[in-house]
């Protein structure tokens, strides 16, 4: 039997970190962080949160896309700082895993506004189209 991939099993238990803190399972997180005790472990953890983090802030307007490189580098002079202490380095995955949850909450209200910003220019084309366009701009004007 071949041992495991040590980067396929670091990406393993960053997605399931990152589900158990989206459920507000303290426990399974606490439970998850206590099992894996070797430093090299608790990187390959955290390059799997963090090539998340990455690729998921790429879509983020770019406001919120230079805040969250910000945070990346914070958190990288997190996990710097704590590069032999496993206590420290769950400390580090546990930011690193909640960051990846504001990701996904500024993607979906990123999402939300542009979906409404659709909406509204729509509805405007329709009412330029219909000879509409003064009323409907009256009302949105304030």
């Known amino acids: 039997m ?8 670091g990406r393993r238990r960053a997605d399931l970190l990152v589900t158990l803190l989206a459920d507000d399972d303290t426990t399974g997180v ?11 472990d608790l990187v ?7 090539s998340v ?3 998921e802030a790429r ?9 969250a490189n910000t945070r990346q580098e914070r958190l990288g002079l997190l996990r710097n700082a704590n590069a032999t202490n496993p206590e420290g ?12 949850l504001l990701i996904r909450a500024q993607q979906a209200v990123a999402d939300r506004v542009a979906a409404g910003d659709q909406e509204r220019t729509a509805t405007r084309l329709a009412a330029e189209a ?3 366009a003064a009323a409907s701009r009256t009302a949105t004007t304030t």
Do not use: C, K
Not at 2 to 9: F, G, M, S
Not at 30 to 40: H, K, P
Not at 44 to 50: E, H, P, R, S
């Open 53 to 55: 983090a990455r690729a």
């Open 2 to 9: 071949t041992p495991p991939d040590p980067a396929a099993e």
């Open 30 to 40: 606490d439970r998850l962080l206590a099992g894996v005790s070797e430093v090299r």
């Open 130 to 132: 219909n000879g509409t």
């Open 44 to 50: 390959f953890t955290g390059a799997g949160l963090t």
């Open 59 to 67: 879509s983020l307007p770019p406001a919120q896309r230079a805040q």
């Open 89 to 100: 380095l769950r400390v580090w995955l546990r930011r690193a895993a909640q960051e990846i």
